[in-house]
């Protein structure tokens, strides 16, 4: 009930704003004035793969649009985590309880970019579509910029289908991969395709990464295993005033409780799923070291992955493990980028990594990583969380890991070079965008090349352009 809440209150509100907007309301953009742009996102978690791609969308689009003409704010649920990111950006707070925040901030601003990759799906939560719908409706209904920037669509639940279908037709989505545009098309939502945004991202150097590795016990030459687990059976998170009632006088449901009113899916089967997850991962690699000499190291890229990444550290005696909540961005992707192989239920863990050739193996509870191993011909290298037989697979994966890494370095390096040049298109697609609501807002002239329309880009990925381009 309350995620219908959510949902009637934020179609409400956009409503609401379009007649205002009707009436004469409302600050449009006008020339001279520095273009305010609202990135709208799942930021201030200490989600390493939203707080990466958000800061290489954030360097791109000022790239292309100029620093001087714009002026950028990003949403940010916890100051604390997001300290020291986004550069140059004003940072806004988030609540829980968002529609009221959207209708007051939205405005403000000459548009929205939403930036969240899981944007049109129910798979996480219906809330955080429901956001992501209310910013780009309310920037629609103002007729002002209303992107979606790097999003994927999946299964969305009848309410939250009709509402992104009626709210984002005026908008232009541009998606991670072919199958979340063929399902917006069928919505009558503008699409082009694109991709994610975290490829250029540069993380700290690499005598960084290797000395934190040595930090917590490697010798400085043992090829090094980094897991990056997560609880696949904990979603979707549901908002439930019963359960916070419940929660709140009795403590009910503390080992579901997410924060505030929503709530992680839970229940004996998910326990069993969970159960079955963590022991095929944790025997897997077990067998694994025991057949070649590595070093295993647990790394949590979401705070939330702490507790898996625990649960299986235990389980492997007690092999280090890495949070989000004590490393930063720059300091994380360092270290997975120091590794030698890679087993990932995240997705940017995978992403992330692969501009330094880590061969990775994909356990997925989406599409996401699904979609990516396609690209990548790895199809071999994937499984599904919940896999029968998931413990063989990942035993077999990690043996491949260990003795065919140039074949699949390679098919990553070509991965990441042409990712580099979508992700340079969907600056063409975002600057003819601006142009198309905004004619007099400033570009730049003069012919450019694809390497123009990415942020400033590290000698590793220019160099990886130069052989696989």
Known sequence: ????????????????????????????????????????????????GSDARVEEMLRQIRHI???????????????????????????????????????????????????????????????????????????????????????????????IRKMCGRFCKDSLIITRNEESR????????????GTDTAWTFEPHPAEYGQKTLRHVGWDGTTPVLVVCPINPFEWPVKASVAKFVAHGVAGAYKDSHYRSVYFHHSGPAADRAYQHYLTSIANAVDAFRKRRKVFVIL?????????PASRISEKLGGVPVLTSEEYSIYELVSVLRACHMMASSRYHGIVTSMPAL????????????????????????????DDADLEPKLSAALEKL??????????????????????????????????RRYSEFPTRTGERNWEDYLPPMSQGLLSLAEAYG
């Not at 063929?182 to 395709?193: D, M």
């Not at 790394?299 to 507790?307: I, K, M, N, S, W």
């Not at 061969?359 to 191993?373: C, F, K, Q, V």
Request: overall charge negative; charged content about 25%.
């Open 1 to 48: 009930m309350m995620d219908l809440l959510l949902e009637a209150w934020v179609s409400a509100s956009i409503e609401k704003t379009r007649t205002a907007w009707t009436l004469g309301r409302g600050k449009p953009w006008r020339p001279g004035e520095k273009l305010k742009l609202l990135f709208a996102g799942y930021n201030g978690t200490r989600n390493m």
């Open 65 to 159: 649009l100029g620093a001087e003409n714009v002026e950028f704010s990003v949403m940010t649920q916890n100051f604390k985590f997001s300290e020291g990111y986004f550069e140059g950006t004003r940072q806004v707070h988030l609540p829980d309880i968002f529609p009221p925040f959207l209708s007051d901030e939205v405005p403000r601003h000459h548009g929205v970019v939403a930036c969240e990759g899981s944007m049109f799906k129910s798979k996480f939560a219906n809330a955080l579509t429901t956001m992501m719908i209310g910013s780009l409706g309310i920037a629609a209904a103002e007729n002002k910029l209303s992107v979606g920037y790097g999003a994927e669509a999946g299964h969305m639940d009848p309410l």
């Open 182 to 193: 063929t399902l917006l098309r069928e919505l009558g939502v503008p699409t082009e395709l």
């Open 299 to 307: 790394v949590a890229t979401e705070r939330l992955d702490a507790r």
């Open 358 to 385: 880590v061969p990775s193996a994909g356990i997925t509870m989406d599409e996401r990583i699904r979609n990516l191993m396609r690209e990548r011909g790895h199809e071999d290298l994937l499984m599904n969380v």
């Open 402 to 435: 260990a003795t065919d890494g140039e074949r699949i370095a390679d098919g990553i390096a070509r991965t990441v070079v042409r990712n580099l040049k979508v992700m340079a298109r969907m600056g063409v697609y975002f600057e003819e965008e601006v142009q």
